[in-house]
């Protein structure tokens, strides 16, 4: 037997013609809009092209504020 002493349970009742309950009777309960592998593959790729390019452009914006304003005697001997 549990006790469920000062703990907050929320019950929620909701109608059979709301939108979150009819998607998941459409998605069988996944909750997902393309379940195709090629999708999902695009979809993959896409988010590692970017994330790809923002971790460049972090990486580039770090060297750039070490250069100026860290080693600022390492750009004046490398001219």
């Not at 390019?53 to 005697?73: A, E, P, Q």
């Amino acid at each position: 037997m549990i006790n469920f002493y000062d703990y907050p349970i929320e019950v929620e009742v909701r109608s059979a013609k709301d939108p979150h309950v009819q998607f998941g009777i459409l998605t069988r309960g996944q909750f997902l809009l393309d379940e195709s592998p090629g999708g999902q593959i695009a979809a993959g790729v896409i988010l590692l092209i970017f994330a790809i390019l923002m971790c460049g452009m972090s990486i580039y914006k770090t060297y750039r504020f070490c250069i100026k304003y860290t080693f600022r005697d390492y750009q004046r001997k490398k001219r």
